[in-house]
């Protein structure tokens, strides 16, 4: 039977550098509950690293995390990665990490907590997650899809780290899933504005404790899988976005 | 001043075959944010960047620039290559940071 799932493809944790340090994955998944939200994308920069503790959070409260990444290309454009499996996930984390060169360093960029689901500290990220990795935006989408997750366009809208800003326009030939808008502009004048070849998702990109849940898709779909969410994407089988 | 001797004068190297003509160099436009050059830069501008993305050769055609020239030893990979020669996009380089390069070409267009 087909339902609707409130979803927030879009979030980060403590992990991103760039995230307020008090979201933690167990954290996010209560406030994210609080304000009726069914499925959450972790997406932190270039690490998955938090998705164990969103996953194991998430199983206890009732919500669905969807395991994911914000990889940043050697062009500087941020792709948002989702799968069905925090082994997937991790598969990504792995071929990341060996193309991200550089360490953190804690002053200038901001702490990289990882968490468990108990809201314990189990240590700090040494990677230069703020950084780019040395994948083009195409070897990123292609691992993307060949490890059988959701490709997206981060945050089109704006002018920095976004395909549109570094690259102009959407190549092609890359086979992105989706686009993704922030909650600076709406649905209807993004269609006006960029007029998408590519389904729009609206997420809220949190860094911090109140945006999570601040722009939403709502998905018609059977379960909460990839599966399902392309295929509500591309309008098939009854599954929808709904506006 | 025309693109050969631009290119002589500066050592640039040639990646694409089609050869460097005679056309007039408008100026430079120094730039990796591809929006913002489709918004800015001049037909005819030299345009330095060290962007490599295919998407570089429909801006530099889109707005009918002078060439592009990679900075910092950077060089297109085979199918960028490909594409620029087929769409008659002209691509130079240099091992000098966009700084460096873009200082000399503006100071050799403000010469002649």
Redesign the interface.
Known sequence: MLRRFKTDLHVHTCLSPCAEVRMSPARIVTWAKARGIDVLGITDHNSAENIPAALESARRLGLQVLPGMEVTSVEEVHIVALFDTGEAAEQLQQIVYAHLPGENDEETFGMQVVANADDEVLGFNQHLLIGATTLSVHAIVSEIKRLGGLAVAAHIDRPSFSLLGQLGFLPDDLPLDALEISSAVSYEDAMRRYEPTLPLLQVSDAHKEEDIGHSCTEFLMETVSIDEMKKALQGRDGRAILR | MTLKEVVERLGLRVFTSQGVGDVVVTGGYTC????D??GNAVAGNLWITM?T???VL??AKLKDLAGIILVCGREPDQDVLRKADDEDVLMLGTDESAFRISGRLFALLEKS
């Open positions: 990796d944010l591809l929006s050059v489709m962007q993305h295919q998407n429909a801006v």
